[in-house]
């Protein structure tokens, strides 16, 4: 005796808005236009907080005459089979978001892998995971960026990534195995209560932490693409890493050449996903450089290893392409890494060899 419901965020948040008299104008089931933003969110906030236990009790009691018959006193359990969190980001004309929407289409498909979905998902890739990891564009209609959407799944769940109504960038969340992820919980363990991390359940007294969960996953996605916001910055920024440096002691450090192999092994090294929630640590680059030219010689010698990945780090420190999290030996990639770095693999595995055809060719 099922009963499934669908509730739809968007036009729970317009009932909401228009008894608080907040004008909006909404399309298909995207909100294109809100006069006060701030005020919608927090009324949107309210939506995996409210008692839904209670209100769907109320519907079932409609729907199923058996509960006054038959079963009285009894209730559902009622359960998420899939959520979906979007994360919607508002441009002032339909132009900014067609002249920006291909890049980032580009900059997912090309520089986003295994390890850095799931690091978006907050989740590290191990030896350990047994699953399946797909990245996949798909063009509605003709093939063309109007319409397109990339899609990354991670067993049965999945962040997506698609325009809505010409002028909205959404990237959505959609959750359909919670026990993926953790939550909070007090449990009996020897006979005494304790909080611990178990994995998250499908009730729907849990809504709220699907929200956590499928928030910060959009977030970490945004923050990834934002080095795609704004292309001739991290141009400009390439120069400065072309040119030979000099720490506060006066000696010299050598330039970055974003077209060798040498050097962009270490900017992937960098930039590898699991590092975004953590940062990164020499132990971190050593493993990700074992058998590379940079420490085949060393191989033998964890020592020397350790030291010359610090010359490495020093290095990336003394062009402000990595800074020191403090009070601990981590390092995070900065926003102007970041720009720097995706531009060189774009430089080498994009922009250089389609160049390289057309010169042929002609």
Not at 173 to 184: D, L, Q, T
Request: net charge positive; proline share 4%; charged share 30%.
């Amino acid at each position: 005796m099922q009963i499934q419901v669908y509730v739809n965020g968007h036009d729970w948040l317009e009932r909401k808005l228009e008894v608080n008299k907040i004008s909006f104008t909404k399309h298909d089931n995207v909100f294109v236009r809100i006069s006060d933003w701030e005020r919608a969110q927090k009324l949107a906030d309210r939506f995996a907080v409210q008692d839904w236990p209670r209100k769907l009790e109320r519907y079932a009691q409609y729907v199923n005459p058996l509960m006054k018959e038959l079963l009285p006193g009894c209730q559902y359990y009622w359960v998420t089979a899939q959520s979906e969190y979007s994360t919607d980001i508002a441009f002032k004309t339909a132009s900014d978001l067609r002249e920006l929407y291909p890049r980032l289409l580009s900059h997912s498909t090309l520089c986003f892998g295994a390890r850095d979905v799931m690091s978006f998902l907050g989740r590290k890739l191990t030896g350990h995971f047994l699953g399946e990891i797909v990245s996949d564009l798909k063009y509605s209609g003709l093939k063309r960026i109007p319409g397109a959407r990339i899609k990354h799944r991670v067993k049965e769940n999945w962040l997506k990534m698609y325009d809505k109504s010409g002028s909205v960038l959404r990237v959505e969340m959609v959750i359909n195995n919670p026990e993926e992820f953790k939550a909070r919980k007090n449990v009996l363990r020897k006979d005494k209560h304790v909080m611990e991390w178990v994995p998250m359940r499908k009730g729907v007294a849990w809504l709220f932490r699907y929200r956590e969960v499928s928030m910060k996953a959009n977030a970490r996605y945004l923050d990834a693409l934002t080095v795609v916001d704004d292309p001739s910055l991290a141009i400009r920024h390439l120069d400065g890493v072309t040119s030979k440096k000099k720490t506060p002691s006066g000696r010299g450090v050598r330039a970055f050449n974003p077209l060798s192999a040498e050097d962009i092994q270490l900017f992937k090294a960098m930039m590898a996903g699991e590092h975004h929630i953590r940062g990164l640590s020499n132990a971190d680059i050593r493993m990700s450089l074992q058998g590379s030219q940079h420490l085949r010689d060393l191989a033998d010698d964890p020592k020397k290893q350790s030291a010359k990945v610090s010359r490495i780090l020093n290095r990336f420190h003394t062009h402000k392409l990595i800074a020191k999290i403090p009070r601990s030996r981590r390092w995070r990639v900065t926003k102007s890494g970041k720009q720097i770095m995706a531009a060189s693999l774009r430089l080498r595995d994009v922009a250089f060899p389609e160049l390289f055809r057309y010169n042929v060719a002609a």
